[in-house]
């Protein structure tokens, strides 16, 4: 017989041991759960929820309302004109089943849906139908748009007299005039679905803990590591190299995701990378690698990156030192300083065998008139350069300094205006001369004997209009070679202010566009990386289309030190050689050398008009002596000017000038009509045509073309045949 083992009791003190040990280890086991839960948080898919029998359909009730952030409430804006418009049948087929029973009139049923309409679109502008949950988005929409509402509301009405009329008897026969009226109902209800569109949620990224930091890493790059190139960043997976401290701030290579990131997406996603830095946009560059000597074909792939944590022209920038400066065959105008404290930015007057303008274009309070104060000083500076000024708009106010010394300066003499503008042709065309038969060559070279002109007009949308955009198209397209050039300041870079023609801007610009700050719907015009509508408003900060795309802010001096530079300048300024002189004369009829006499005695009209009127004294009626530029000639129709040898017979050894012929030598396509009506009388529809197709130009030139040349007496119908043209001579 199997003996049976004997169990021990264990006593009183053993069992209270055993029980304090299993409440140690319960307590253990719940601190490490309560661990777990904080380090994994409530996405660790650990439930707390318990079965119980008690609350079960509350639970089920609550479980079918729609939360927050469920697809239900974010929807909900666009299933409600569904949700409105089944409302309306259901109602309308109640009000069916009653009026039938009852036998209603149509009058009736029309009457009670109206006034059924005009009470709910009363209901729903209370304050407490804005405060419902149900009817807030109603409420809201006939708040904001009443007419839509009402029409949505008259819909329903005309429905409902519509279904009375027809009398539906079954199912189907209601249920085919009701698709088609909850169709019309959702097509008129595309207004609100135009306003209530669904907002795009992008799931919350969930953070990543970031890595250990490089030995040595800039606070800038590690903020572009965890913030810019992480998971979620814009610039997911670039990466900032070789970072070098500056005295402004960093300077780094770009390292850019080949074939999924490019230069102009980098730039697009600046104002992101600018919450991640902490620095402003403006204050962020991203520019191509330069091409070198060692690697002309930089790759795309990388890129310059500069953040400005300490801006060079915060404090304003002093004007010093000379403002021409020679680079090789470059004559260059300094500007100020860029933001990032790398160069300066520089306007190009001079290149080889050519000479520019430029516009500049910012609001009042800008700084356009320090910057034109720059340029007249460089130029003055560089001993081979004479300044004419145009003031536009106060009548030599602008910039008194440049109106006070320029070799001849205009105010609101309009008649004037087009003197110049006839001078400068002149000059165009005679220096053209000069180079072809003397100087054997086809572009300009300034010297202190020969120098070049540079043109200021300030605001000059009131000088450059279109009736006289024509001639000053010519002169900043044909200048370049010629030593003439002009720089136009005004408001606005639209066409209005170079006389509603694209030519004019286009050539302009090409030489130098400098933007200051400007209205948001002048930004868009103008093809720079940064927006100048977002410049701060301060004078003399701007952008320059030079390639740089960084800001620079303009150097500038006060009157008395900008006027005693400006007069040092002079001592050693140039003067025109006596050819140009007899050309700009030649051109004007002697208004060039009579410039001060004019001047003089437009400022004794001025005085004697403002004696007047201190005297109580009415002013005597006298000619105006402004002018609307009216019979100015149209684009691409300027004729050769006729030059009178005998007005400058004065000028010696003007042998070319001499023997011009009194009548214009023609070119181009005036040329090529005088040359094809050489061999007989055509029609005009001929010699339009003829002349498109020979020179390539519009219908609308050969029309003005072959009138300038009636106007000439080169060309004249044929009497007694209509639409023939012969030549006169």
Same mark, same amino acid.
């Given at each position: ?39 994994? #948080? ?48 259901? %109602? ?27 009470? %709910? ?58 698709? /088609? ?8 209800? %595309? ?153 300066? %930015?520089?306007?190009?007057? !001079? ?23 720059? /340029? ?47 001078? /400068? ?53 044909? #200048? ?54 977002? /410049?701060?408003?301060?004078? #003399? ?50 208004? !060039? ?20 009127? =201190? ?56 040329? =090529? ?8 009388? =055509? ?29 000439? =007496? ?16």
């Amino acid at each position: 017989m199997a003996s049976r083992k004997k169990t021990r009791t264990l006593s009183r003190a053993e069992k209270a041991q055993v029980a304090a040990a299993a409440r140690d280890i319960t307590r253990e086991l719940e601190t490490i759960r309560q661990s777990a839960d904080e380090a994994t #948080g409530p996405d660790s898919g650990t439930s707390t929820l318990r079965f119980t029998s008690e609350g079960m359909l509350a639970r089920a009730v609550a479980a079918l309302k729609a939360g927050p952030d469920s697809l239900r409430a974010h929807m909900r804006p666009q299933f409600y004109p569904w949700r409105v418009g089944i409302a309306v049948l259901a %109602a309308t087929y109640v009000q069916e089943v009653v009026t039938t029973l009852s036998v209603t009139s149509a009058l009736t049923v029309a009457a009670g849906s109206a006034a059924t309409a005009w009470a %709910a679109l009363a209901l729903l502008r209370t304050a407490k139908a804005r405060a419902s949950k149900r009817a807030d988005l109603a409420a809201a929409w006939v708040r904001d748009e009443p007419g839509h509402a009402r029409v949505i509301a008259w819909a329903a009405v005309v429905w409902a007299v519509a279904l009375h009329l027809l009398q539906p008897e079954t199912a189907a026969e209601f249920a085919r005039p009701s698709i /088609l009226f909850l169709l019309g109902f959702l097509a008129a209800s %595309a207004r609100f679905w135009q306003v209530h569109r669904p907002e795009r949620t992008a799931p919350a990224a969930r953070s990543m803990p970031a890595g250990p930091p490089p030995p040595g890493e800039h606070p800038i790059a590690r903020k572009w590591r965890t913030l810019v190139a992480s998971g979620g960043g814009p610039l997911n997976s670039s990466k900032l190299s070789s970072v070098v401290a500056e005295e402004f701030g960093i300077q780094a290579v770009l390292e850019l995701v080949p074939g999924k990131q490019d230069i102009d997406g980098a730039r697009a996603a600046l104002p992101k990378i600018a919450t991640a830095l902490g620095i402003s946009a403006a204050n962020l560059m991203i520019e191509p690698v330069a091409p070198t000597k060692d690697e002309p074909n930089p790759d795309p792939a990388k890129c310059e990156f500069r953040a400005v944590t300490a801006s060079a022209i915060a404090d304003g920038v002093a004007l010093e030192g000379r403002r021409y400066e020679r680079d090789g065959a470059d004559g260059l105008v300094r500007i100020g300083p860029y933001a990032d404290g790398d160069g300066e %930015a520089r306007l190009r007057l !001079y290149t080889k065998d050519s000479m520019w303008g430029g516009y500049i274009v910012g609001v009042t309070g800008s700084g356009k008139s320090g910057m034109l104060d720059n /340029l007249a000083l460089a130029a003055w500076q560089s001993a081979h350069t004479v300044v004419f000024y145009i003031d536009g708009a106060k009548d030599g106010g602008s910039s008194p300094l440049i109106f006070e010394r320029a070799d001849w300066a205009l105010g609101n003499q309009p008649d004037q205006w087009q003197h110049m503008a006839d001078a /400068l042709l002149t000059l165009i065309r005679v220096r053209g001369a000069e180079n072809r038969r003397r100087l054997k060559t086809s572009g300009f070279t300034p010297t202190p004997a020969r120098p070049g002109v540079v043109v200021i007009l300030d605001e000059s949308h009131k000088i450059v209009t279109r009736n006289t955009a024509a001639k000053w198209g010519y002169i900043t397209r044909e #200048g370049r070679a010629s030593g003439v050039s002009v720089f136009m300041a005004s408001q606005i870079f639209g066409l209005e202010s170079f006389g509603g023609d694209d030519a004019v801007r286009s050539s302009v610009c090409a030489g130098n566009t400098v933007a200051l700050q400007v209205g948001r719907n002048q930004a868009g015009m103008m093809d720079f990386p940064l927006n100048p509508a977002k /410049l701060p408003k301060v004078a #003399g900060i701007g952008l320059i289309d030079d390639g740089r795309e960084a800001v620079f802010r303009a150097a500038h001096a006060d009157g008395e030190d900008m006027a005693a530079r400006m007069d040092a300048a002079l001592v050693n300024a140039a003067a025109l050689d006596p050819l140009a002189v007899g050309a700009l004369d030649a051109g004007c009829d002697s208004a !060039y050398s009579r410039r001060h006499e004019i001047a003089e005695q437009a400022d004794a009209e001025v005085d004697a008009m403002l004696e007047a009127l =201190e005297a109580g004294i009415s002013p005597t009626a006298r000619t105006p002596r402004t002018s609307t530029g009216a019979d100015a000639p149209a684009a691409d129709s300027i004729a050769p000017p006729v030059i009178d040898p005998s007005v400058l017979s004065h000028v010696p050894d003007l042998s070319i000038l001499k023997n011009a012929p009194a009548a214009p030598k023609w070119s181009g396509v005036h040329a =090529e009509i005088l040359d094809y009506l050489a061999e007989g009388p =055509e029609q005009r529809k001929e010699i339009e045509a003829h002349a498109i197709q020979a020179t390539g130009t519009a219908r609308a030139t050969v029309s003005r073309a072959i009138e300038v040349l009636r106007t000439h =007496e080169e060309i004249a119908p044929v009497p007694g045949r209509r639409g023939l043209w012969q030549r006169t001579a």
